[in-house]
């Protein structure tokens, strides 16, 4: 025995009335539990990282490779770092200082410190989106103004934390460079007080070039000196004074020093004061650049990230979306009319066919006779 879609459009037809009653029922449920369900609001930050070559970033690696200084990184000079930010954002530094910049203590009406805590770290995600490579803070929770007070004293944080860390790191190359300046400074003048002397009590003129030639060629002999110096003493540390190559290498030290000794004493010790004093001015004027471009990169130290938009108040939740709700239990609404209309439909079938009707009393005996055993 069946029925057909007639029998079931006839149904409703004639108990139409009833059905509209029924739906009405259903969209008020919607509408009810669309305005009482929780409602939470969204607001996102989206945050940029500045290009490895601008700002305090390419100053520190051009002054890096000059200095030749290694390990020296800022956060956010690598694409990578980016998501290095989370964890900054989830350390507990931030999140105490977003707590008490926000009174979250208060306006989420927790108890204390570790609770608020929880609460915060389950309101607010972190994501990088593809292929943009933008940073996203975003902060769901159930008052608006409240989420975009987080999600802009997030980025006003990172931000803060960033810039501090690299300035903190470009003032301390600058006041590296600026005591080796001080230093480099203090041995230049005391060669140079050297040199003066030398020159008002030996009575010797000023430097000219053909001075600073043989100032050259003595520091050429000099090296030599050293050189063969340090050869004889490894020579002597496994070998005797008899082995020929020895003996070679001390006739060579000795013709070198005899032509350091056939220099004038006034004029050797002329040319090593003036040669140190070149040395030490040549040490102080790269330095003095060096400082020149610290002062410059510190003073041109930005932020290592941009915020591209600051979140206003969402004015609208973003759950629970009102008319997808009113549309679900509308549609919830309409199936279950449908299988009532098909379940009374099959059942005055079931009574119009005798033989029908007959097998479900028997069944319905059956049931009852098996339900009421276990209850005995």
């Known amino acids: 025995m069946s029925f057909n879609v007639v029998d079931l459009f006839v149904f409703i037809v004639r108990r139409w009335w009833k059905m509209l009653i029924a739906l009405v029922c259903f969209g008020g449920l919607g509408i009810a539990l669309a305005f009482l369900l929780p409602k939470r609001y969204r607001a996102e930050v989206k945050l940029l990282p500045v290009t490895q070559g601008s700002g305090l970033v390419g100053a520190i690696s051009t002054l890096q490779s000059q200095l030749g200084i290694t390990g020296l990184t800022i956060p956010g000079a690598e694409g990578g770092e980016m998501l290095f930010y989370g964890e900054i954002l989830r350390s507990q530094t931030i999140t105490d200082y977003v707590m008490d910049s926000c009174s979250l203590l208060e306006r989420l009406d927790v108890a204390d410190r570790i609770k608020a805590r929880e609460e915060l770290a389950g309101m607010t995600a972190y994501k990088l989106t593809t292929p943009e490579q933008v940073f996203v803070i975003e902060v769901v929770g159930p008052d608006n103004i409240l ?6 004293t997030y980025a006003q944080a990172l931000d803060h934390y960033l810039t501090h860390s690299s300035t903190t790191r470009g003032r301390h190359l600058r006041e590296f460079i600026e005591g080796r300046l001080a230093q480099a400074e203090v041995d230049m003048e005391a060669a140079q007080d050297s040199l003066t002397e030398f020159q008002r009590k030996h009575k010797l003129p ?3 070039p053909e ?6 060629a003595f520091a050429e002999l000099k090296a030599q000196a ?11 540390s496994f070998s005797t004074v008899n082995n020929p190559q020895y003996e070679t290498a001390r006739r060579e030290f000795a013709l070198i020093q005899a032509k350091l000794a056939s220099l004038p004493p006034v004029a050797s010790r002329y040319l090593e004061l ?5 040395v030490q001015q040549e040490i102080y004027m790269l330095l003095m650049q060096q400082y020149e471009q610290a002062k410059l990169m510190e003073a041109k130290d ?7 938009e600051r979140v ?5 939740p973003y759950f629970p979306p009102k008319k997808l709700v009113v549309l679900a239990v509308l549609l919830v609404g309409v199936v279950l009319i449908l299988a009532y209309s098909m379940i009374r439909v ?3 079938h079931v009574l119009a066919n005798p033989e029908a009707h007959e097998k479900m009393s028997r069944l319905r005996s059956e049931v009852k006779k098996s339900f009421g055993r276990r209850k005995r």
Not at 147 to 152: H, L, P, Q, R, S
Not at 211 to 216: A, E, F, N, R, T
């Open 147 to 152: 989420v975009a007070d987080i999600a802009n």
């Open 206 to 208: 000023m430097v000219n």
């Open 211 to 216: 001075i600073g030639g043989q100032i050259q």
């Open 226 to 236: 050293m050189q063969k110096e340090l050869e004889l003493e490894y020579m002597r």
């Open 274 to 278: 003036y040669r140190d004093f070149m």
């Open 302 to 308: 930005t932020p290592l990230i941009s915020i591209l």
């Open 312 to 316: 206003e108040p969402p004015p609208l």
């Open 346 to 348: 099959y059942w005055e």
